[in-house]
């Protein structure tokens, strides 16, 4: 039983807004690090690379919640600035967030973006039939502008019927603009 991707849904979550501080608002990385703080910086689209602090617990719920394909909004207070998370480097050991890279947007920019698929619903092939369900993708790449940017497709796996059932990607229909 192969999946490919028929009926989905496009979640778009409204924009999250991360408070920033400047790098120099602490003397040493520790000890931001220490106080609750984890370094970042902000960067592309005619931007200039800025090194920030943002919360630890704010950017991990952000993170969890949100995802890497979904519109961040970076807020130094002397400039507020659309960004995308574009990578996370965690501690091997404790697996706490050590830095991040956002990568600034232009809204009128495209963006090519991997979104997370999120597999719902049960298929009557694996309940009833003793098949074996194969997610060929965890994702799939998009191009939009960025207030299109969905932050997950849902794909109804309740579709695959039969053993020969598939999902193809070909059988999406994407919002317009994406």
């Not at 999946?3 to 409204?14: E, H």
């Not at 995308?84 to 920019?109: G, K, S």
């Amino acid at each position: 039983l192969d999946l490919c991707f028929p009926c989905f849904c496009v979640i778009i979550c409204p924009m999250i807004t991360l408070l920033a501080t400047k790098r120099d608002a602490f003397p040493s990385v520790e000890e931001a690090r220490k106080a609750g703080s984890i370094p970042a910086v902000f960067y592309g689209s005619h931007k200039t690379t800025t090194p920030i602090f943002i919360s630890r617990a704010l950017f991990e719920k952000t993170l969890k919640e949100a995802g890497e394909s979904t519109l961040i909004t970076i807020d130094t207070g002397a400039e507020k600035v659309s960004a995308l998370i574009h990578d996370v480097q965690f501690d091997p050991v404790t697996d706490r967030v050590l830095h991040v890279d956002f990568y600034a947007v232009d809204a009128n920019e495209k963006v090519e973006v991997g979104v997370h698929l999120e597999f719902v619903g049960v298929s009557e092939a694996v309940k009833s039939l003793g098949g074996t369900l194969v997610k060929v993708a965890h994702e799939l790449e998009v191009e939009c502008l960025p207030k299109d940017l969905p932050s997950e497709i849902v794909v109804d796996i309740s579709k695959l019927s039969t053993l020969d059932s598939v999902i193809t990607v070909a059988d999406l229909t994407l919002p317009s603009g994406v």
